[in-house]
């Protein structure tokens, strides 16, 4: 079976909302592979970075699987959230890229890495 490896790399965000009294935040991103149905079959979380509306994280991760399971319908999601020690953490916003797009960056960029900035979007149907 033909394997592929999608490589995640969360730099940095600008101007992350303020969800903390301090006029600050604790961000941290979840960074998520969703399947057809909208289940997570892989995901992973950056560190928190504390008191900052420019977070910079600086961190990779890679993601495998088989070209034949995940399918133009699977996702990638990214949501960033502000950490809570005593209350549940606050959403901060979200952006998804399906598959079918990111195979077509590939293509473009024939297999190189490709770089952009995403502006978080708020989930459909919530009101955070």
């Not at 502000?82 to 990111?102: A, C, H, K, T």
């Amino acid at each position: 079976q033909t394997r592929a490896q999608l490589k995640v790399d969360i730099i940095s965000g600008t101007d992350v909302a303020a969800r903390d009294p301090t006029g600050t935040s604790d961000p941290y991103c979840k960074v998520m592979l969703l399947n057809e149905n909208g289940s997570c079959v892989e995901s992973y979380k950056t560190a928190v970075h504390r008191v900052t509306l420019q977070p910079r994280w600086l961190e990779t991760f890679s993601m495998w699987r088989t070209l034949q399971v995940a399918n133009d319908n699977w996702k990638l999601k990214i949501e960033c959230w502000d950490w809570d020690r005593w209350r549940r953490d606050d959403f901060l916003g979200q952006i998804e890229f399906p598959f079918d797009s990111l195979r077509a960056l590939a293509v473009t960029h024939k297999g190189l890495p490709f770089s952009g900035c995403c502006e978080l979007q708020p989930r459909p149907n919530k009101n955070d």
